[in-house]
């Protein structure tokens, strides 16, 4: 089974950043696991889910406008793991975030699914 998990979130200031990160994994230690496009999705208390940001299988990248200029998504090289860069955050980023990524897994066949995280909470305050 494939599993996702995200990490990085905390407790930070505004103006400060942070880094999250979004690694697949699959408990067949046979099994090459890799993430083919994914994006990143927020909800605070009492607000619905909300797309942050996405990246693409070309490598393009997408972004809510309320995070434009401020945040960037990007994947390592082994296609592992994702990552959300987080700077100049403000308190109106709190929330949880969560990845759902579409990934790929080759054992004696391929196959893909898209996943989901359990997420991080990210909590901005002064």
């Known amino acids: 089974q494939v599993q996702l998990v995200e990490s990085g979130g905390g407790l930070v200031q505004p103006g400060d950043s942070l880094r999250l990160s979004c690694t697949a994994s699959?408990?067949?230690?046979?099994?090459?696991?890799?993430?083919?496009?994914f994006s990143w999705y927020r909800e605070a208390p009492g607000k619905q889910r909300e797309l942050v940001a996405t990246?693409?299988?070309?490598?393009?990248?997408h972004y809510a406008a309320s995070v434009q200029d401020r945040f960037t998504i990007s994947r390592d090289a082994n296609r592992k793991t994702g990552y959300l860069d987080m700077n100049m955050l403000k308190p109106e980023d709190t929330a949880v975030y969560y990845c759902?990524?579409?990934?790929?897994?080759?054992?004696?066949?391929?196959?893909?699914?898209?996943?989901w995280g359990q997420g991080t909470q990210v909590t901005v305050s002064s």
């Open positions: 759902n990524a579409r990934v790929r897994v080759v054992t004696s066949a391929v196959g893909a699914g898209d996943f």
């Open positions: 699959n408990k067949n230690p046979g099994a090459t696991v890799s993430i083919q496009y």
């Open positions: 990246f693409e299988s070309d490598g393009s990248a």
